[in-house]
């Protein structure tokens, strides 16, 4: 497949490595250019300076940015390659912020923490697709096991709900794992499903200083997602686990953003 990408952090450096491996990676475009050159070095592609530069003769376009900042280039992209299938990486952006915009739409989500300096171990990392079309979901599936022997056609409410508990199981890491249980139970999803998440990020915790390997919403300051995982857990009735997570979240941004 020809394969471009929209980012150049930890997600779309760890993903364009590997499906260089299997896959043509044709564009790399960033607002971060000098990130979108080393990535697009790396992996044998070009790095382009504006979105309307991006190869339209490509299979499928991945855009690995912020969740604040999905919708924005979905709207932008659209014009340039209305044909293409385009999915995001998040798990917790709904489907429906690319599809009311870009009809062939898709989620290609890996349950992992990823960091620069570590390398990831794609076949045991549990990655989630959806799509709109069935051909797409197929196209997707096929890539994704690729990748990885755990690959699962999940929709946007239970990766959701993974999300969540991601975020208890890995940036919150030294309270009760069962509080991400609790999450995940409540939408029948499988929590082993968390295992090699939590396996990664203690052996980070034990490996590095644990400030510096600390990831999540609260420590990009990312106001939107906290707001929105607080609701979810407000309208299940998880009033204690709600304040942990406000806690735990308040606490994180004073380390984080004080400096």
């Known amino acids: 497949m020809r394969i471009s990408f929209i980012g150049a952090g930890r997600v779309a450096h760890h993903f364009a490595h590997v499906l260089q491996q299997h896959h043509q990676i044709i564009n790399i475009y960033s607002r971060s250019s000098e990130g979108a050159k080393q990535l697009a070095q790396a992996v044998g592609a070009d790095a382009v300076e504006d979105i309307s530069q991006l190869n339209s003769n490509v299979d499928l376009l991945i855009i690995a940015v912020s969740d604040s900042a999905i919708r924005t280039v979905i709207e932008a992209v659209h014009p340039y390659l209305p044909q293409t299938l385009i999915v995001h990486t998040s798990g917790s952006t709904d489907i429906q912020q690319l599809t009311t ?13 990823f960091s620069m300096q570590r390398e990831v171990d794609w076949s045991s990392t549990p990655l989630f697709v959806e799509a709109v079309e069935p051909a797409d ?38 309270y009760c794992f069962d509080m991400a249980k609790q999450v995940v139970d409540a939408k029948q999803v499988d929590f082993s499903l968390l295992y090699p998440l939590i396996l990664e990020t203690a052996q980070k915790a034990t490996q590095s200083d644990p400030r510096m390997m600390q990831t999540g919403p609260a420590m990009r300051g990312d106001q939107n997602i906290i707001a929105m995982h607080s609701d979810m857990l407000l309208h299940a009735g998880h009033d204690d686990l709600k304040a942990v997570y406000t806690l735990m979240s308040e606490q994180i941004l004073k380390r984080h953003h004080s400096i």
């Open 101 to 113: 915009v870009h009809a062939r739409s898709g989620v290609l989500y890996p349950l992992q923490t």
């Open 137 to 174: 979901l197929e196209t997707l599936t096929m890539l994704a096991q690729q990748l990885s022997q755990r690959v699962y056609q999940y929709d946007s409410a239970q990766r959701l709900s993974l999300h969540l508990a991601a975020v208890y199981a890995c940036n919150f890491s030294n």
